[in-house]
Nanobody, 124 residues
Framework: QVQLVESGGGSVQAGDSLRVSCTASGRAVATAGLAWFRQAPGKEREFVATISWGSSLKYYGDSVKGRLTISRDNAKNAAYLQMNNLKAEDTAVYYC?????????????????WGQGTQVTVSS
């Protein structure tokens, strides 16, 4: 079992930066691939980024490349999403997800565990 808790969301202005965090617990976390997804009102949940256990591999969705950066700290069982130059279209609930098989997939079905989400609102 893996438990994921997101934090750090909030309301910001366009162009601002924000970092959301994901704290993980459970035995499978040690080697799991971690990812961030987001879901805007009325839209499908969208892949944002994923990272391997050793942080050597990172993949990003096309809409966030160059502005959002995923990282993780295995000593703290945590993952982060640094978001710079935020835009109104980044407004969404951001979810942390874990895949014990560490496939680094962009597909929702590959992730077995999910957090409850944290709201990010960007005003233009």
């Amino acid at each position: 079992q893996v438990q994921l808790v997101e934090s750090g969301g909030g309301s910001v202005q366009a162009g601002d930066s924000l970092r959301v965090s994901c704290t993980a617990s459970g035995r499978a976390v040690a080697t799991a691939g971690l990812a961030w997804f987001r879901q805007a009102p009325g839209k499908e949940r969208e892949f944002v980024a994923t990272i391997s256990w050793g942080s050597s591999l990172k993949y990003y969705g096309d809409s966030v490349k160059g502005r959002l950066t995923i990282s993780r700290d295995n000593a703290k069982n945590a993952a982060y999403l640094q978001m710079n130059n935020l835009k109104a279209e980044d407004t969404a609930v951001y979810y942390c997800a874990a895949d014990p098989k560490a496939r680094l997939s962009t597909a929702r079905y590959a992730y077995e565990y999910w957090g409850q989400g944290t709201q990010v609102t960007v005003s233009s």
